[in-house]
């Protein structure tokens, strides 16, 4: 167990954790962040070469520090973006280490028990001692699931990397936001044969507020499916996924198979609250998933100690989870000099 007790551990090194971590070290707060993967691990998990939505202005650490080369930033400049706020300021960040178990053992004192591999393969263990805890997870841990037979074959994913691999293949993706049109529209531009499976719902929406395909995906999307190189499908249900098929049903009750040799199904993903709930923090049901109750002021859970901030919240934007922590870390810091109490 390391010795000293941290005013504050911060789980996630996405963007929320990192800049929690700045306000932390400007507050002079003792801390460390956790993360089970690497530096803005999310960020990592997009398409390789993808162009983000946003501008810089939504995205960056500091204004006026993300300068990508075209209007929007790739993938890859984000993740410089990010790594090189940690090294500027010397962010103290623990990567590839992930919290197993944390443990209110006295009052104002939290035990957190993590796991973690050294160079050669063997898992090691450490014990933090923390006042308080701050999780800054994202939405990408459990990627939400058909519930179908064959959906546990190899030739299906639930995260699309790039479409090089499936040249000249048969390629299924389903879903109907933004990551599955930009799925089917990389598959498609780049040689797949790719059927998109959508619902007319989503197919039809035209409002960015409800979550609409942007324009800049569904205009270079249109013109695959009028040239004949992408078909969508607009479905009920997936029924089955088998080796060389997947039979689906469509909207109008019809059955059909079609050959396939992959499948992507992209249909959103939820946090994973296990932690929180073992500590007894409240949950509720939120627009998409499951989500922790905490208040909207302090963002503090029910459980004094614990705050939560970051895409699993409500603040499902970038900007929000950069500026949430920048409030919640001076009241932390405040409620070190004061007893925490309810």
């Not at 790594?83 to 939290?110: A, Y």
């Not at 639930?158 to 599955?180: C, D, M, Q, T, W």
């Not at 198979?257 to 932690?275: E, H, K, Q, W």
């Amino acid at each position: 167990m390391k010795s000293e007790t941290l005013d504050l551990l911060i789980i996630g090194a996405g963007p929320a954790g990192l800049s929690a971590a700045d306000v932390a070290a400007r507050e002079a707060l003792d801390y460390l962040v956790i993360e089970k993967g690497t530096i803005a691990n999310t960020i990592r998990q997009y398409p390789v070469g993808r162009t983000l939505f946003s501008t810089p202005n939504e995205l960056e650490m500091q204004e006026g520090t993300l300068r990508p080369v075209r209007e929007k930033p790739t993938r890859e400049e984000l993740l410089s973006h990010y790594i090189h706020f940690v090294l500027d300021r010397n962010l103290r960040i623990s990567s590839g280490e992930e919290v197993i178990d944390i443990q209110h053992s006295e009052p104002e004192i939290f035990l957190v028990q993590t796991k973690g591999t050294d160079t050669l393969g063997q898992q090691i263990t450490e014990t933090y001692r923390t006042r308080r805890i701050l999780f800054a997870i994202g939405a990408m841990d459990h990627p939400r699931r058909l519930n179908i037979p064959g959906e546990d074959l190899l030739k299906v994913h639930h995260r699309f990397v790039e479409p090089y691999p499936y040249i000249r293949k048969e390629a299924l993706v389903v879903g109907g936001g933004n990551s599955a049109a930009e799925a089917a529209l990389f598959l498609s531009e780049e040689g797949a044969r790719t059927t998109m499976a959508i619902w007319r719902e989503d197919w039809e929406n035209r409002d960015p507020k409800a979550g609409a395909m942007k324009h800049w995906v569904r205009t270079p999307l249109e013109r695959e499916i009028a040239e004949g190189r992408l078909r969508v499908i607009l479905y009920k249900q997936i029924d089955e996924i088998t080796a060389r098929e997947v039979t689906l049903t469509t909207e109008t009750g019809e059955k059909r198979t079609i050959l396939n040799d992959v499948v992507f199904v992209l249909v959103g993903s939820d946090a994973d609250l296990t932690l929180l709930k073992e500590l007894g923090v409240k949950t509720t049901a939120g627009k998409y998933a499951e989500v922790p109750v905490y208040d909207p002021e302090t963002f503090e859970t029910n459980v004094a100690g614990i705050y939560v901030a970051g895409h699993f919240t409500n603040a499902r934007h970038i900007k929000a989870a950069i500026d949430v922590p920048r409030k919640i870390v001076p009241l932390i810091a405040q409620s070190l000099v004061a007893p925490v109490g309810r």
